[in-house]
């Protein structure tokens, strides 16, 4: 059985930092796309960032380029995501997505496997 864990949410001041951190256990990742996606309250979930199986693809949505840094340990079967310049925008849960498919790693429809998300909440 797939499983993909999420930990590292928490509150955090404007102006903060996170890690957050997906592993992933019951098959490995390690030829396929993994990403973030998150969802604030009342609306839709949105693509944060996603990564390439080698590290070298990655993408971010416009809202956090510059403040997060997607990154994957293939070893380990894990992909992180720093969070760095929290704003009270990015409150939102947070979630872990894998594919074992290639395709457009920006769509949700691209993951066959999702975590449960971990609460971010920023504010002082």
């Known amino acids: 059985q797939v499983q993909l864990v999420e930990s590292g949410g928490g509150l955090v001041q404007p102006g903060g930092s996170l890690r957050l951190s997906c592993a992933a256990s019951?098959?490995?990742?390690?030829?396929?796309?993994m990403g973030w996606f998150r969802q604030a309250p009342g609306k839709d979930r949105e693509f944060v960032a996603a990564?390439?199986?080698?590290?070298?693809?990655?993408y971010y949505a416009d809202s956090v380029k510059g403040r997060f840094t997607i990154s994957r340990d293939n070893a380990k079967n894990t992909v992180l995501l720093q969070m760095n310049t929290l704003k009270p925008e990015d409150t939102a849960v947070y979630y872990c997505?894998?594919?074992?498919?290639?395709?457009?790693?920006?769509?949700?429809?691209?993951?066959?496997?999702w975590g449960q998300g971990t609460q971010v909440t920023v504010s002082s």
């Open positions: 990564i390439a199986w080698n590290s070298f693809i990655t």
């Open positions: 997505a894998a594919s074992s498919r290639l395709g457009d790693m920006r769509q949700d429809a691209q993951y066959d496997y």
């Open positions: 019951g098959r490995t990742f390690d030829r396929y796309p």
